[in-house]
């Protein structure tokens, strides 16, 4: 494992020189093992390891490339990995939303086009006036999946819909048992569409911020 690592550093300093760049292709094996004083092996090790985190592609019959690099690419990996939380974690994701959307919110705020504001309500219209939990439940992922991007982000984005997998058996949770789950969605998705229509980021943040927390108060008095 230990010559694996270094071989992993060693294509990681490449790519952080600029000396392969997204996009571009790795030398043959052979070439590039010489050169870096790698065993064949450990190579395709490192390789096979960097592919699984999506910073390198390799491509039957063509050849290994380094990936776009993009955020969404990157952490990816990371999706992969929360997917295996425990359910008294949960409460810890809400945790981690409670900080980062807010503040994306607040930044939607101030980057959404006046278009993508509009597609914004018009999703919330798109929900029918007694909807199932499992339209319910999509239409919030979405509506909180725009606003990530809106906030224009992609860091910032990424992280965020990392945190959807876990949070989403809570929210379904939430809308086959709490009462008036349903008002209460509509009318706080309702406020921090507004106030990002009206451009107020604090108020914005503020919405965001009571609509995550009244879901995880809710969770943590459930589990209590």
Same mark, same amino acid.
């Given at each position: 494992m230990a010559v694996t690592d270094a071989?992993?550093?060693? $294509?990681k300093?490449?790519?952080l020189s600029g000396e392969l760049a997204p996009g571009s292709r790795l030398p043959k094996e052979a070439d590039l093992a010489d050169r870096l004083g790698l065993s064949r092996n450990s190579l395709r090790e490192a390789v096979r390891a960097l592919a699984l985190i999506n910073v390198l592609d390799v491509r039957q019959g063509d050849g290994t490339y380094v990936t776009s690099l993009e955020p969404r690419l990157l952490l990816d990996a990371m999706s992969f990995v929360v997917d295996f939380h425990q359910d008294d974690t949960v409460l810890q994701f809400?945790?981690?939303?409670?900080?980062?959307?807010?503040?994306?919110? +607040?930044? +939607? +705020?101030?980057?959404? #086009?006046?278009?993508?504001?509009?597609e914004l309500r018009r999703l919330l219209d798109e929900l029918p006036a007694d909807p199932s939990v499992e339209q319910l439940v999509a239409n919030d992922l979405e509506f909180h999946q725009r606003? +990530?991007?809106?906030?224009?982000n992609a860091v /910032?984005? #990424?992280? $965020?819909?990392? /945190? #959807?997998?876990?949070?989403?058996?809570?929210?379904?949770w939430r809308g086959l048992t709490q009462e008036n789950a349903l008002e209460?969605?509509?009318e706080q998705h309702g406020a921090i569409c507004d106030a990002i229509a009206a451009r107020q980021p604090e108020v914005a943040r503020a919405w965001a911020?009571?609509?995550?927390?009244?879901?995880?108060?809710? /969770?943590? #008095?459930?589990l209590a």
């Open positions: 071989a992993i550093d060693r $294509i300093q490449m790519i809400f945790q981690v939303r409670r900080i980062l959307e807010p503040a994306a919110t +607040a930044m +939607a +705020a101030t980057s959404m #086009s006046d278009s993508e504001i509009a606003i +990530a991007e809106g906030s224009g /910032l984005c #990424s992280l $965020i819909e990392s /945190l #959807s997998g876990p949070t989403t058996r809570a929210r379904i209460k969605t509509r911020t009571v609509h995550i927390a009244g879901v995880e108060e809710w /969770l943590r #008095s459930t």
